[in-house]
T-cell receptor, first 111, second 117 residues
Framework: DAKTTQPTSMDCAEGRAANLPCNHS???????VYWYRQIHSQGPQYIIH???NNETNEMASLIITEDRKSSTLILPHATLRDTAVYYC????????????FGTGTRLAVRP | GAVVSQHPSWVICKSGTSVKIECRSL??????MFWYRQFPKQSLMLMAT?????????EQGVEKDKFLINHASLTLSTLTVTSAHPEDSSFYIC?????????????FGEGSRLTVL
C-alpha cells in the first residue's frame, strides 16, 4: 500500500474550517484514500473515503487532487469535540480490511 | 452507538498472570476481526487477524503463543495475553467490518487498557 505523509500537528479555531492535508504521491490506480480519527483513549472512527472524486458526508468532505497524489480532509465547522488524531490511510483491494496506521495529524481545536 | 464493543475497558494485573480481552460485534456477524496494540503517544499497530473457525494470522514479530486469539463465534473474538509482563502494558483495540459496508470501512471497539504491575 502507498505510504502517506501528514503534518504532525495542526490547530484551528472553533467554528472555522479545519483542512487536514495528506500526501500519497505513490498511490496507484486501484488504491483508495481513507480517513479515520482517534479521540484520546478511544478506538478509531471512520470518517470518509474516496478514489478520485471529491466526497462529502455528514462528518466531512474529502478533496482529492486530479493526479491523486494528495488529498485534504475538510471539517467545515470544527468543534472542540473534533480534537483528535486524524489518520490518512491508503488501501488497496489486496490489503482488504487490514489498516496500516501512520502517525497521523494531531488536530487541536481551540475555543 | 458502538457496534463493536470490548470488555474490559481497563484491567490491571500482576506480572505473570494471563488476561483475556473480549471483542464483540453487537449487531452484525463478523467472520474476521482485527486486533491492534497502541503504546502511549504512538500509532496503532496491527497484531493479528482473527478468523472465525480457524487459526488467527499474526503479523511479523507478534508472538502467537503469547497473544492467544480465539474466534469461536461470528460475534466474539478474544485476545488472551499470557504470562503478562510490564512491557505488555498497552491499549488493545479490535475492529470489524459490518457486511454491506465497503472494504476498509471498519468499526473499532472502545479499546482495552492493560496495565501489568
Amino acid at each position: 500500500d502507498a505510504k502517506t505523509t501528514q503534518p504532525t500537528s495542526m490547530d484551528c479555531a472553533e467554528g472555522r474550517a479545519a483542512n487536514l492535508p495528506c500526501n500519497h504521491s505513490t498511490i496507484s490506480g486501484n488504491e483508495y484514500v481513507y480517513w479515520y480519527r482517534q479521540i484520546h483513549s478511544q478506538g478509531p472512527q471512520y470518517i470518509i473515503h474516496g478514489l478520485k472524486n471529491n466526497e462529502t458526508n455528514e462528518m466531512a468532505s474529502l478533496i482529492i487532487t486530479e493526479d491523486r497524489k494528495s488529498s485534504t480532509l475538510i471539517l467545515p465547522h470544527a468543534t472542540l469535540r473534533d480534537t483528535a488524531v486524524y489518520y490518512c490511510i491508503v488501501i488497496s483491494g489486496s490489503s482488504g480490511d487490514k489498516l496500516t496506521f501512520g502517525t497521523g495529524t494531531r488536530l487541536a481545536v481551540r475555543p | 452507538g458502538a457496534v463493536v464493543s470490548q470488555h474490559p475497558s481497563w484491567v490491571i494485573c500482576k506480572s505473570g498472570t494471563s488476561v483475556k480481552i473480549e471483542c464483540r460485534s453487537l449487531d452484525f456477524q463478523a467472520t474476521t476481526m482485527f486486533w491492534y496494540r497502541q503504546f502511549p503517544k504512538q500509532s496503532l499497530m496491527l497484531m493479528a487477524t482473527s478468523n472465525e473457525g480457524s487459526k488467527a494470522t499474526y503479523e511479523q514479530g507478534v508472538e502467537k503463543d503469547k497473544f492467544l486469539i480465539n474466534h469461536a463465534s461470528l460475534t466474539l473474538s478474544t485476545l488472551t495475553v499470557t504470562s503478562a509482563h510490564p512491557e505488555d502494558s498497552s491499549f488493545y483495540i479490535c475492529s470489524a467490518r459490518s457486511p454491506g459496508l465497503t472494504t476498509g470501512e471498519l468499526f473499532f471497539g472502545e479499546g482495552s487498557r492493560l496495565t501489568v504491575l
